[in-house]
């Protein structure tokens, strides 16, 4: 074997120099299943209630507020106390708020499961009261209780650009400076999407254009949360300066100003002066970039690094292959990108192009009244005329705001996240951080995301700067990759009911203090322990190799979760330190987290190594098996000298005529050939013992007749009896006189063990067809039905193997019908190749 150059191995193993592969999908290192999950607990609708053991739960929204988990549903509120009993899930306290409309509602073509009042907004209005806002069967009304006994604490007002009629549709909203901060649709068709301000004191209403594809087409919404001057509102939408590739939806970021008074009565009256948007993007860097689109979940600010960021859930386009990935965004990034140049549609194409800076007028659209470039403008509706012209003709920002560090924090494919929760202050010291993710099939995944590159550039603080990045490989610091640390399964189908989908996580909402997670189905509430550490029992290997940042180990206790209380001296490996590895005797190993490195040079000894091992394998093989011919035996003696075998088995067709010559076909052992005798053989007549029908025959042998492709025959047997006998004591099945067709049939569908013996006598059949007449088409025996049109079937004897002369008889029609008996006569037909044998004949073929 030649030998392979030290090259060519280097350019197999060595990957090429600036390409990035995709990041593969971790592997969980503990997978908790139903039968651990079951015990946990769960709520699933009131007591004694039937509307809900009918219907399900109907989960809608989720509040924690004051050591209180409210919940809202289909025609209910539920509160929850945070510090009620770890076995039980039931709520203190509940308040029923359904619908008087429901008449209107089916009158207006709805379904009667959809004419209920479904609480599509629960938000705090201050320290004492709660807004609640339902669908109200299509007509959105809006209410306000109090926080501790959920009692009515004023007058109801309308939901109409508050809350959806449908509760299909999405909303967000938030109380802020005494306002109402809504985001939804504001009309039955759901056509005209809003972002709204109300029940502001002393102020009117604002809202945004009206009907305008440039500034909302078609939202979903997601998160609304204040930071700073301006309120900021997440949803995705149809991307209007990607409309060339069709229905593309993106992730977006929208903003404006708390102080926004609205335009002047010329331009923007009672609309936003303030409003701007722009593209966030979660994407997979390299020469072809990869992007996660579908926003799913936004977290509200949280301090990562040191600096305020919220983490965000994306997904690929609907009609792609399923996937996610979590990416983190500064604040301060998302500021930054709302500075960059603005975009518009240029050339007959539409192509969206940035504006040239000279060409935007001052003081710059979007910004706020009384700030920054907009100092000396009172309020809003101070801005010249032709700023409020172009704010409302460009509200997009050409651009993208970038994720923290480049790239995704983490990625999930073939599976569709749904809801996502983070806990930036893990672990024992507070350092951790911790993502816990929904997905649509009820499983829970929780993720130890990587830690700060450790050769990331410092700035004040502490924090690393947004476009550091950690290099694939890098071993610096082998605390900074991220570990898939559980994969949970809690859907159960036999305890949460819902409709169709119900396995999709709804809502997950974290509890820090009880170290707890509760997770929202349509059909239920699950309450979830942030750790499992019991299962690690007294094993430290086990424990520590966990890598979990809620369990630690405590030499008198073994593995426990960690808490506050607990007394010093506990253990924890958070880097993962490679001499903690392994596990104990009966407890489960967890699954690899990180891939192993292996040095270049071993591996390139390694691949030659094998390499030398395969070519001497491959010699000593070829030496063993190179052994000299053997002498060949005698001759195979011809078939009819051969003694008598085992009969042949079935075969689809007879075996073929011989044709005579050295490269001519053999002849079977059932139809000798005398040797040296080229020509076919002359056909002795024989008187023909009457043969029985064929349903007769099957009938004895006890294989049943299947039905033909055609009606059933209407004779009788007996009707078939006297037409065999009767056609000059032949026996021979006649061809009806109403298809003169000449082809050799088998019953379809009939075992070929079922079918009636051959007459032995010697002869060789002529079995083909005419060589004047068309061959018809060919179909399977076992089809019933032909490929050539509809089926058809002659009435009359059941079809089975017909055997006809290949001739006909002199002076007569050569392929009709014969009144008497089939005679025998020689066949003059040159020898050649038959054609194939038993093809059936072609219905109504004369």
Not at 766 to 774: G, N
Not at 782 to 787: D, G, K
Not at 800 to 823: D, I, N, V
């Amino acid at each position: 074997m030649p030998g392979v150059p030290l090259p060519f191995v280097l350019l197999i193993l060595v990957p090429g120099g600036a390409a990035q592969s995709f990041p593969r999908d971790l592997v969980a290192r503990s997978t908790v299943g139903l039968a651990a999950t079951a015990a946990y607990p769960r709520f699933a609708g009131l007591r004694g209630d039937n509307v809900t053991a009918q219907f399900g739960l109907d989960f809608q929204r989720m509040l924690r507020l004051n050591g209180t988990l409210f919940v809202a549903a289909r025609d209910h509120i539920y509160a929850f106390d945070l510090g009620q009993d770890r076995g039980t899930l039931y709520p203190e306290r509940h308040l029923t708020w359904e619908t008087r409309d429901r008449e209107n509602c089916a009158m207006r073509g709805r379904l009667q499961d959809e004419c209920h009042n479904y609480i599509r907004v629960l938000v705090p209005r201050d320290a004492g009261t709660l807004l609640a806002c339902g669908t109200n069967a299509f007509s959105p009304l809006c209410r306000t209780y109090q926080v501790s006994s959920l009692a009515p604490a004023g007058e109801e007002v309308s939901g109409q650009a508050r809350c959806p009629f449908d509760a299909k549709q999405s909303v967000v909203a938030l109380f802020i400076d005494g306002s109402l901060y809504s985001a939804t649709v504001a009309d039955f068709q759901a056509s005209d999407a809003v972002i709204y301000r109300s029940l502001s004191p002393g102020r009117p209403p604002l809202r945004t254009l009206k009907y305008s594809s440039r500034w909302l087409q078609e939202p979903h919404f997601v998160q609304a949360l204040p930071y700073g001057p301006y309120v900021y509102f997440f949803f995705r939408e149809v991307a209007v300066e990607l409309s060339a590739l069709g229905k593309v939806a993106v992730a977006r970021v929208a903003r404006v100003c708390r102080n926004d008074h609205g335009g002047s009565p010329r331009v923007l009256e009672r609309r936003w002066t303030s409003f701007l948007k722009v593209r966030l993007q979660c994407a997979v860097p390299g020469d072809a970039i990869f992007y996660f689109d579908v926003l799913e979940a936004v977290t509200p600010p949280r301090a990562l690094h040191g600096r305020p960021a919220v983490l965000a859930l994306f997904g690929t386009q609907p009609n792609s292959i399923p996937g996610s990935a979590v990416c983190a965004f500064y604040l301060a990034d998302v500021e930054r990108a709302f500075e960059g140049p603005f975009a518009e549609p240029r050339g007959a194409a539409g192509t969206w192009t940035p504006v040239p800076e000279d060409r935007v007028p001052r003081p710059r659209p979007g910004c706020c009244a009384g700030m920054g470039p907009a100092a000396g403008v009172v309020t809003s509706g101070d801005f010249p005329d032709e700023t409020l012209a172009f704010a409302k003709e460009h509200p997009l920002l050409h651009g993208a705001v970038a994720p923290a560090g480049g790239r995704p924090l983490f990625t999930r494919t073939g599976t569709r996240l749904t809801q996502l929760a983070v806990d930036t202050g893990a672990g024992p010291r507070g350092n951790q951080t911790v993502l816990f993710l929904g997905a649509e099939d009820g499983r829970v995944l929780k993720v130890l995301a990587a830690a700060r590159h450790p050769g990331a550039t410092q700035h004040p603080g502490g924090t690393a700067a947004p476009g550091d990045s950690q290099e694939p490989g890098d071993s610096r610091d082998v605390g900074s990759e991220t570990l898939l640390l559980e994969e949970i399964s809690l859907y159960d189908p036999g305890r949460c009911r819902g409709p169709r989908g119900a396995s999709r996580v709804l809502g997950l909402e974290l509890h820090p203090p009880g170290r707890e997670l509760y997770v929202a189905f349509a059909g239920c509430l699950v309450r979830l322990p942030l750790s499992r550490c019991a299962r690690h029992g007294a094993c430290r290997r086990s424990c520590l190799a966990a890598r979990d940042p809620y369990c630690v180990w405590l030499p008198p206790g073994g593995c426990v979760p960690f808490s506050e209380d607990l007394p010093s001296g506990f253990e924890q490996d958070m880097e993962g330190s490679p001499g903690i590895t392994g596990t104990c005797q009966g407890v489960r190993q967890a699954g690899p987290g990180t891939t192993a490195t292996v040095p270049v040079p071993v591996l390139v000894g390694c691949v030659l190594g094998a390499f030398a091992l395969g070519a001497l394998a491959a010699g000593l093989l070829a030496a063993c098996c190179r052994r000299p011919a053997g002498p060949k035996g005698p001759p195979e003696p011809p078939a009819a000298l051969r003694p008598p075998a085992q009969p042949p088995a079935p075969r689809l067709y007879p075996p073929l005529p011989p044709q005579g010559g050295a490269g001519g076909l053999r002849d079977p052992p059932e139809l000798p050939t005398p040797e040296g005798t080229p020509q076919p053989p002359t056909k002795t007549p024989r008187v023909a013992e009457p043969r029985r029908s064929q349903a007769t025959h099957l009938g004895t042998l006890g294989c049943p007749e299947p039905p033909g492709p055609g009606p059933p025959p209407k004779a009788t047997l007996e009707e078939l009896l006297q037409r065999l006998h009767g056609a000059g004591g032949s026996g021979w099945p006649v061809t009806p006189p109403s298809t003169g067709s000449f082809a050799n049939r088998v019953q379809p569908g009939a075992p070929f063990s079922c079918l009636p013996p051959a007459p032995r006598d010697g002869t060789p059949r002529r079995l083909d067809v005419p060589p004047d007449s068309p061959p018809p088409p060919r179909r399977p025996l076992a089809q019933r039905h032909s490929l050539g049109g509809p089926p058809a079937r002659p009435p009359g004897l059941a079809r089975g193997l017909t055997r006809m002369h290949s001739l006909g008889t002199p002076g007569g029609a050569p392929w009709g019908p014969r009144p008497g008996a089939l005679e025998r006569s020689l066949s003059t037909k040159p020898p050649v190749l038959p054609k194939p044998l038993l093809v059936p004949a072609a219905p109504g073929r004369p």
